[in-house]
């Protein structure tokens, strides 16, 4: 089969596609013939050799997919050959094929169509995990997602939205700001030109947000536990603002807040806490609306596997509105 290999760590340019072994698939797994891919920013770190995946995944990018079922497993049950579905994955996602244990498959959304089911994976679970199970953004509450046009913050304004929290978000431009507003932001906020801290105080009367969703990491810590609300949660999936920062805790115990930092591509496949117990989650929880279209995957560009480094350079450049997928080549 073809894949998307990365020939050394550097830029986009060490991209190639080309043939390497097919995957096999074990006891417990599924092979999905892979319809779309999706570019995320761990894929970015990963290519520039600073984001190894997890051992025993493969080490080709993509953290998920959409497809149909070529072949079962041992022991694999509620799956079969043929089935249109998409997947959360540790790896692999940048290929014609790729094996993925069956806990964390998902069935194509009925009125969604299967290249663009490749979009909903990796930010319905990482929205989920983050904002609901763990940080238990409530109705009533306000919540703080930066990055909003991202495909990660294209989906919390959505589930937060739904949820009936009070939605802010920040982005880079107007253009972006309009978008996320249509998709149910509340409060938009310039980060070039506007300080998201004063701006969250003015929105919520000075009490601050219940809830953050950082991607930034160390250079918006200390803003971020200033925006927080009594009782407030910081949850960092990222670090693209760098990896410290100095923390008051004076003023985190004031506010009797929490700070909480994760990952989802170091978990495992089962047990507690694992993959397959939160794609259990959305399927259960977050599916639903999928189908009804009140919950909806945002699609910046469709590029083929053979231009995945354009589509890097395009999700570094921050050029994009939701998510960038690749698609095999005919």
């Known amino acids: 089969m073809r894949a998307v290999t990365v020939t050394e760590s550097g830029g986009p340019e060490v991209l190639t596609w080309a043939e390497v072994p097919d995957p096999v698939c074990?006891?417990?797994?599924?092979?999905?013939?892979?319809?779309?891919?999706?570019?995320?920013?761990?894929?970015?770190?990963?290519?520039?050799?600073?984001?190894?995946?997890?051992?025993?995944?493969?080490?080709i990018l993509g953290l998920e997919c959409s497809g149909v079922i070529s072949e079962v497993g041992e022991g694999v049950t509620g799956w079969s050959v043929g089935d249109e579905v998409c997947a959360l994955l540790a790896g692999g996602g940048y290929a014609e094929r790729v094996a993925v244990p069956a806990g964390q498959l998902l069935p194509r959304?009925?009125?969604?169509?299967?290249?663009?089911?490749?979009?909903?994976?990796?930010?319905?679970?990482?929205?989920?995990?983050?904002?609901?199970?763990?940080?238990?953004?409530?109705?009533?509450?306000?919540?703080?997602?930066?990055?909003?046009?991202?495909?990660?913050?294209?989906?919390?304004?959505?589930?937060?939205?739904r949820a009936g929290a009070q939605v802010l978000t920040t982005a880079g431009t107007a253009a972006k700001l309009d978008v996320c507003r249509e998709l149910g932001a509340d409060v938009g906020i310039n980060y070039r030109d506007e300080d998201f801290?004063?701006?969250?105080?003015?929105?919520?009367?000075?009490?601050?947000?219940?809830?953050?969703?950082?991607?930034?990491g160390g250079k918006y810590l200390a803003?971020?536990?200033?925006?927080?609300?009594?009782?407030?949660?910081?949850?960092?999936?990222g670090m693209q603002g760098g990896t410290k920062a100095e923390l008051d805790i004076a003023k985190l115990l004031g506010k009797r807040a929490s700070v909480h930092a994760t990952t989802l591509r170091s978990r495992p496949p089962t047990g507690r806490g694992g993959k397959a117990e939160i794609v259990a989650a959305v399927r259960h929880d977050v599916w639903?609306?999928?189908?009804?279209?009140?919950?909806?995957?945002?699609?910046?560009?469709?590029?083929?596997?053979?231009?995945?480094?354009?589509?890097?350079?395009?999700?570094?450049?921050?050029?994009?509105?939701?998510?960038?997928?690749?698609?095999?080549?005919?």
Not at 27 to 37: Q, S
Not at 197 to 214: H, P
Request: with cysteine; charged share 25%.
């Open 26 to 59: 074990g006891p417990g797994e599924v092979l999905v013939d892979v319809a779309a891919t999706a570019v995320n920013r761990a894929d970015l770190l990963q290519r520039q050799g600073f984001y190894p995946p997890p051992k025993g995944a493969s080490e």
């Open 223 to 237: 803003r971020n536990v200033d925006a927080l609300a009594v009782g407030g949660r910081l949850v960092i999936i």
């Open 109 to 161: 959304p009925s009125g969604v169509e299967l290249a663009t089911a490749a979009a909903l994976p990796e930010v319905t679970c990482t929205v989920w995990s983050n904002v609901f199970l763990l940080a238990g953004l409530r109705r009533g509450e306000s919540f703080l997602v930066h990055g909003g046009s991202s495909g990660i913050g294209t989906m919390a304004i959505q589930l937060a939205a």
């Open 197 to 216: 801290v004063e701006k969250v105080r003015e929105a919520t009367d000075g009490r601050g947000v219940d809830v953050v969703l950082d991607n930034m």
């Open 288 to 330: 639903p609306d999928v189908e009804r279209g009140v919950v909806r995957p945002i699609v910046d560009r469709r590029l083929p596997m053979s231009r995945a480094a354009e589509a890097h350079r395009t999700v570094e450049a921050s050029e994009h509105i939701g998510k960038v997928l690749l698609l095999p080549e005919d």
